[in-house]
């Protein structure tokens, strides 16, 4: 397999400049995100027409020419779930990535289940079976043997001809616009993990009261600030339990929080001060500047209803050739039952109402929950035995 090795700035502004009219770039990356704040770059597999290239990130001191590259509207860019990949592209660019085509979201959208595996997709399209001798990888090391690099190509050497298949089966079910509308929201969900702060995931606070919220939020802060600094993952400065504890304690008195069990740890002895002006600093907000609870899941709301729906989602989603998982699940359902049987002010309307889904999935459910459709076995022995049909 012959390819272009890049190792230097140079090489790389120039490789990228000759890829300026490509009209079509498939690419990968590897890296190690186990023991760092952020996901390290480790390398960068290209294909283009017929080049291939590593990129060795590692080895230079930016790698910005290549995700200005992708930034550029008017190409084709081919990567398979690239939510990372468009993870990196916003943090080098603060750009989504234009012209995205993710083959295992195409999969979704052309009938094959989601999500799908690069080496299943291939086998299916192309009938080739990669290989997996080096899954496990430390991509850090230097120097990559012929073995791992091969192995890092075969990711991308087949993106190409699987794009122009996939396409092809695209604009056979009418489906452009719609894989182009849900690479957008997915980028758009990238960007907002990367640019908001999501201290509302912490583990366990669910149902706390809005004081013990801001003190998750002021501690969350104090966390991500000093794992950036350190650049250690940041569940290994402070695990979520013990925020959720310090949190319920509400007590900025360092005996106190050296006093809750796994507090004690001396790795912490050295943090009892900032950590306790973190949470003082959240008692002292003003009550009417403190975060709102989050709404409960509507679970009340007809059980039974909610399972019918949630059969229908997938009989819909199987009759149209699209993967159930791709267009939504069962707290997807809870939202439309509360938004049409149960409205609250401020309500936005669920995705399963609005955009592609709501062409395919919204219009049914509103029939059905209105009395205007119903569902009934059809034919026993196919695949997909149930169908759909308008009450006159």
């Given amino acids: 397999?012959?390819?272009?090795?890049?190792?230097?700035?140079?090489?790389?502004?120039?490789?990228?400049?000759?890829?300026?009219?490509?009209?079509?770039?498939?690419?990968?990356?590897?890296?190690v995100s186990e023991d760092r704040y952020r996901p390290q770059l480790c390398l960068i597999q290209v294909a283009a027409g017929d080049r291939l290239a590593i990129i060795d990130p590692l080895a230079m001191e930016s790698t910005d020419p290549f995700w200005d590259l992708l930034i550029q509207p008017g190409r084709t860019v081919i990567a398979h779930a690239a939510r990372e990949e468009s993870r990196f592209c916003y943090q080098f660019t603060g750009k989504p990535i234009a012209g995205l085509f993710d083959t295992q979201l195409a999969a979704g959208f052309s009938g094959m289940e989601f999500p799908i595996s690069l080496g299943n997709l291939v086998h299916r399209l192309t009938g080739k079976t990669l290989t997996k001798g080096e899954s496990r990888t430390n991509w850090r090391h230097r120097p990559l043997s012929t073995d791992q690099l091969r192995y890092a190509l075969q990711d991308v050497t087949d993106l190409q001809p699987m794009y122009r298949m996939q396409l092809d089966a695209i604009k056979q079910l009418d489906r452009e616009q719609w894989l182009v509308e849900e690479t957008e929201i997915r980028q758009q969900k990238v960007i907002e993990q990367e640019t908001t702060e999501n201290w509302r995931r912490v583990s366990g606070c669910t149902g706390m009261t809005p004081r013990q919220l801001e003190i998750i939020r002021h501690l969350w802060r104090w966390r991500d600030k000093r794992a950036e600094a350190q650049d250690r993952p940041v569940r290994r400065v402070m695990r979520d339990d013990l925020m959720v504890e310090l949190a319920k304690r509400g007590s900025s008195d360092v005996k106190k929080i050296r006093s809750i069990r796994g507090m004690d740890w001396r790795g912490y002895s050295s943090n009892y001060d900032d950590i306790s002006a973190a949470i003082q600093a959240a008692i002292e907000v003003p009550d009417e500047d403190l975060p709102?609870?989050?709404?409960?899941?509507?679970?009340?709301?007809?059980?039974?209803?909610?399972?019918?729906?949630?059969?229908?989602?997938?009989?819909?989603?199987?009759?149209?050739?699209?993967?159930?998982?791709?267009?939504?699940?069962?707290?997807?359902?809870?939202?439309?039952?509360?938004?049409?049987?149960?409205?609250?002010?401020?309500?936005?309307?669920?995705?399963?109402?609005?955009?592609?889904?709501?062409?395919?999935?919204?219009?049914?459910?509103?029939?059905?929950?209105?009395?205007?459709?119903?569902?009934?076995?059809?034919?026993?022995r196919q695949e997909q035995p149930l169908e759909f049909f308008d009450l006159d």
């Fill in 292 to 380: 709102r609870r989050t709404r409960r899941s509507r679970s009340v709301i007809s059980p039974m209803l909610s399972q019918f729906l949630s059969t229908s989602l997938a009989c819909i989603s199987r009759q149209n050739k699209l993967a159930p998982s791709i267009v939504g699940n069962a707290d997807d359902v809870k939202e439309v039952l509360g938004y049409e049987l149960d409205p609250k002010e401020g309500d936005q309307v669920p995705s399963l109402l609005t955009g592609w889904r709501g062409e395919i999935v919204g219009k049914t459910f509103r029939k059905l929950l209105s009395g205007q459709a119903a569902i009934r076995v059809a034919n026993v």
């Fill in 1 to 31: 397999m012959e390819y272009e090795s890049i190792s230097t700035s140079e090489e790389l502004r120039q490789f990228c400049d000759e890829l300026a009219d490509a009209p079509v770039i498939g690419f990968d990356t590897e890296f």
